[in-house]
T-cell receptor, first 114, second 112 residues
Framework: ETGVTQTPRHLVMGMTNKKSLKCEQH?????MYWYKQSAKKPLELMFV???????ENNSVPSRFSPECPNSSHLFLHLHTLQPEDSALYLC?????????????FGPGTRLTVL | GQQLNQSPQSMFIQEGEDVSMNCTSS?????WLWYKQDPGEGPVLLIA?????ELTSNGRLTAQFGITRKDSFLNISASIPSDVGIYFC????????????FGEGTQLTVNP
């Protein structure tokens, strides 16, 4: 299944680096999401974009900056991260219709902050 | 925010056995989804449920949307080694818009 792709799959960065995560969906969906998955914790929703507008930002630190240039692409720009930001970052997409929302996930980017 | 109670947290079973796991919530949900996640990969959607009482199968997997709209279960019949992974439930609250709430996952181990 290659409906939602993410690059890179693995990323190691220092605390002073700037990097970006990329997500692309090939499903024709109109909403995209960033989640953080840490060990032994439920998935944490970070950002939601609907029709390329950010509709939700769950108190995420400003060192994470999302960008959604069009309905198929989503980026997460990273700057001066902390070691506790190390996690699996998952992108998802869905076709929002009425009150139903089935999200499809990408394979994730495993981020390690040194 | 709302959290889903998913149980059990882990299961160790023999190949061929049936498995059952469930999720409960204190609030009403419009949607229940079940995902499986393999190590180092993203969750893969297994079954989606949209109506109270709905019973849906996907191969050896069967899931039901509880009548009260506050719970759901997933059954796996005749387990095989490749069923190993973490199974997550997720639900969309009646008033949550696009937000999905996730359970903490059930880690399934299948011994050959």
């Amino acid at each position: 299944e290659t409906g939602v792709t993410q690059t890179p799959r693995h990323l190691v960065m220092g605390m002073t680096n700037k990097k970006s995560l990329k997500c692309e969906q090939h499903l024709g969906h109109n909403a995209m999401y960033w989640y953080k998955q840490s060990a032994k914790k439920p998935l944490e929703l970070m950002f939601v974009y609907s029709l390329e507008e950010r509709v939700e930002n769950n108190s995420v630190p400003s060192r994470f900056s999302p960008e959604c240039p069009n309905s198929s692409h989503l980026f997460l720009h990273l700057h001066t991260l902390q070691p506790e930001d190390s996690a699996l970052y998952l992108c998802a997409s869905s076709q929002l219709r009425s009150s139903l929302d089935t999200q499809y996930f990408g394979p994730g980017t495993r981020l390690t902050v040194l | 925010g709302q959290q889903l109670n998913q149980s059990p947290q882990s299961m160790f079973i023999q190949e061929g056995e049936d498995v059952s796991m469930n999720c409960t919530s204190s609030s009403i949900f419009n949607t229940w989804l079940w995902y499986k996640q393999d190590p180092g990969e993203g969750p893969v959607l297994l079954i989606a449920l949209y109506k109270a009482g709905e019973l849906t199968s996907n191969g050896r997997l069967t899931a039901q949307f509880g009548i009260t709209r506050k719970d759901s279960f997933l059954n796996i019949s005749a387990s095989i080694p490749s069923d190993v992974g973490i199974y997550f439930c997720a639900g969309q609250e009646e008033t949550s818009g696009s937000r999905l709430t996730f359970g903490e996952g059930t880690q399934l181990t299948v011994n050959p």
